[in-house]
């Protein structure tokens, strides 16, 4: 049955209500006089329905009353008024009241007025639970989903779309999709952004990949479709977009596809590797047996077989490099600590002979106008690995880094441990001043003979060696650039436990 409150200061009109009410099979919950009884009242009996006079006694009139009652309960209710001045109307309005019933009223109009209220709200009450239900599961999911209105304006973002675009939803209102959600297609940055005229178009966009540009200006890769939203009439009354960051997948896979490549390279090294090694060493041997053989007073000659001497073993140098790419390396592992072994390859910077054969790979001249900086956790733990293969490994990267250097610079050594799905690293990073790798680049900086060097400063191989070193330990390498600033790589060795 459902349960109203009357709330009237005139006790004949409250009565002459009440018996109403129940001849019509309603039950009245109470009848007060006050606003601040009724505000009591709705609290404890929670009615469905409340008739409120807006003249009451004391010192809060009914539509002070229900702004206290709409705030706090979902109870609707109706106005009771002997008055029709536009001052109570527009008042009453901010109450968002279900009806009105103007003095005298007749028992057939308040029966009217009830269940037309009644059926408001319960309409109104399941439209707020479905966009509620909706709402909850747009914010539920995790791919990120941007509406549109009939008119083109963002109507809503859910927190995946606010923190992929970095708009909130209120400030994204008053912007345009294209401000929002500022796409191009990845493999096609010249073609307009396909989601502009969501709401206008009559098909859906299916999912591609685009490069979206946040509010931040970073730029993000994200795989993204959108559909028209229709109606029950099938009219378009607006669009939705929805959307994934896809950064972390797309560098995976370049990662994949770049590893392929090298093992790839590795294998074609160690080939040519093997097959060159042999007659080179037959050359070198004869070469300097001729030489020893030939007499000082023959300038030209000596000369000459000194010369040829000089590439072979140049010649060499550069097979002991593909082999160590091609990670054809014969390993003398044993329990060692990072941090000194980088102590020992900077220490030899101060040092006139190097004490190891590793070592003696080190250009000190490269480091003159160079400071290196050291910031080591002196808590990681010992790893398994070749000392001399580590101490080449940081050789290499010190020598990248000084190269990429002009003039006076910085380079940072950092160590720390590095935790990535349950499973502990040491990682090492060489952070360098220089003038960054650009962007087409990036994918050939470990392969063998990449160099952006002049011809005959070196060979490229420095970090080909190094990738391969760091794969048969088990690790990862890899890098941040930015041009101008400077290089970061991350070297991640396992710790064995």
Known sequence: MTKILIVEDEWIIANDIRMNLQDMGYEVAAVVSTGEKAIKLARDLMPDLILMDIMLEGDMDGIDTAKHIHQELDIPFIY???????????????????GYLLKPFKSREIQIVIEIALYKHKMERNLKESQKWLSTVFNSITDAVITTDFNGLISYLNPSAVTITGWNDIEAKVHTIEEVFSVV?????DKMNPFIDIHKQNKEIPAMDYVLTAKNGEK?????????????????????????????KREMQQHM????????????????????NNPLTGILTFAKIICDNTPKEKKDEKEGLELIVEQTLRCSRIISGLLGFSSNIVFNKKSINVNKEIIVVI?????????????KKLDKKKFEKITITPNFNYTIPDIIADSTQIQELII???HNASDAITGTGNIYITTNLYTENNKDYIEIQIKDTGHGIKEQDSSQVFEPFFTTRAVGQGTGLGLAVS???????????TFKSELNVGTTFFVRLPVTK
């Open 80 to 98: 009771l008024t002997a008055y029709s001045d536009k001052r109570f109307i527009n008042r009453s309005k901010e109450t968002e009241p279900f």
């Open 185 to 189: 297609p990845d493999m096609n940055s």
């Open 220 to 248: 993000i890769y994200i795989e993204a479709g959108a559909a028209p939203i229709r109606d029950d009439k099938d009219r378009i009354i607006g669009g939705i977009i929805t959307f994934r960051d896809i950064t972390k």
């Open 257 to 276: 596809k770049a590893t392929e490549q090298l093992t790839a390279l590795g294998r074609m090294a160690a080939g040519v590797a093997h097959e060159l």
């Open 347 to 359: 220490d030899t910077l101060s040092e006139i002979e190097p004490k190891t054969s590793a070592i």
């Open 396 to 398: 290499n990267l010190l």
């Open 467 to 477: 990738h391969g070193i760091v794969k048969m330990h088990g690790g990862t390498i």
